[in-house]
């Protein structure tokens, strides 16, 4: 009884291998053609990525000379700002030392921006 079994299974195994077997040599050409557009639409999508990713370092590179070149500009401002305060602090002491008076440094600092907020 136990090598009918065998038998059987045995048969029933060759008979089920044989025709995968021959499916499957005839179907390589398909699986070759499936693994070629798949690796083309990979291809693709890899080359998308990469041209926004580029986009996106290009983009934020720009930014970046934008806020250095705006910290630039401020920088410039302020230093113009405090040479011009200290030139009217200068002015300020001067007329101030001619007729004698003395002021303090806070004092000549609300004195000129007080002159140059009229």
């Given at each position: 009884?136990?090598?009918?079994?065998?038998?059987?299974?045995?048969?029933?195994?060759?008979?089920?291998?044989?025709?995968?077997?021959?499916t499957a040599v005839g179907s390589t050409r398909q699986m070759n053609?499936?693994?070629?557009?798949?690796?083309?639409?990979?291809?693709?999508?890899?080359?998308?990525?990469?041209?926004?990713?580029?986009?996106?370092?290009?983009?934020?590179?720009?930014?970046?000379?934008?806020?250095?070149?705006?910290?630039?500009?401020?920088?410039?401002?302020?230093?113009?700002?405090?040479?011009?305060?200290?030139?009217?602090?200068?002015?300020?002491?001067?007329?101030?030392?001619?007729?004698?008076?003395?002021?303090?440094?806070?004092?000549?600092?609300?004195?000129?921006?007080?002159?140059?907020?009229?």
């Open positions: 009884m136990i090598s009918a079994a065998r038998l059987v299974s045995s048969r029933i195994a060759r008979s089920n291998l044989a025709p995968r077997a021959v053609a499936l693994g070629d557009k798949l690796a083309s639409k990979e291809k693709v999508e890899e080359d998308r990525y990469i041209r926004a990713r580029e986009a996106e370092l290009a983009e934020a590179k720009a930014k970046a000379a934008g806020a250095e070149a705006k910290a630039k500009e401020l920088e410039a401002k302020s230093a113009e700002l405090v040479a011009k305060n200290n030139a009217a602090m200068n002015d300020v002491a001067n007329m101030l030392a001619t007729t004698g008076d003395v002021v303090s440094e806070a004092g000549l600092a609300n004195l000129v921006d007080w002159k140059h907020s009229s």
